[in-house]
């Protein structure tokens, strides 16, 4: 991917459905359902109103993430990734931060083994991840326009 590449929402769909038809180990597929791997270890932690979700991806494994229903902030803590979306390629090295709109389907491949961060809100206080994930993300365009509609 090529740094300010734009790819279309198809083409990253398109991606995605190839990654999780692939037996490739460093793509893990959970039937479009949220991913919980020991090849991408999940850290969770909270704080009052706060869920912090870290994940580790080691160096060349990529990662088709879900839609996130927030704005939201996250940190490269260590190492490079690339990440592509349908509006940019970018990559960041870490240490950096940024802010994540709604409504993204990213695409994030390890440069390096690398440790990201993302904060998000948790209002009722909740550490019941499953419950969190469905304020949290989208598993696709279709679940995410529900979620906005019914929360206008």
């Not at 088709?64 to 704005?71: F, K, R, S, Y």
């Not at 009722?124 to 979620?147: F, G, H, R």
């Given at each position: 991917m090529a740094k300010n590449e734009i790819i279309s929402r198809s083409k990253i769909l398109e991606l995605e459905k190839e990654l999780l038809?692939?037996?490739?180990?460093?793509?893990?597929s959970n039937n479009g359902n949220i991913?919980?791997?020991?090849?991408?270890?999940?850290?969770?932690?909270f704080a009052d109103s706060i869920y912090v979700r870290q994940m580790g991806m080691k160096k060349d494994s990529a990662v088709?993430?879900?839609?996130?229903?927030?704005?939201h902030v996250w940190f490269l803590l260590t190492g490079n990734i690339t990440v592509a979306t349908e509006n940019s390629t970018e990559d960041y090295v870490a240490p950096c931060y940024v802010i994540a709109t709604p409504g993204v389907k990213r695409v994030i491949y390890a440069n390096e083994d690398s440790i990201f961060v993302n904060i998000h809100k948790?209002?009722?206080?909740?550490?019941?991840?499953?419950?969190?994930?469905?304020?949290?993300?989208?598993?696709?365009?279709?679940?995410?326009?529900?979620?906005?509609n019914k929360n206008k």
């Open positions: 038809k692939s037996n490739d180990q460093n793509i893990i991913v919980r791997s020991e090849q991408f270890p999940l850290k969770h932690s088709v993430g879900a839609i996130h229903n927030h704005l948790n209002p009722t206080n909740t550490q019941d991840l499953d419950e969190l994930e469905a304020e949290i993300v989208s598993k696709n365009y279709e679940e995410y326009e529900k979620y906005i």
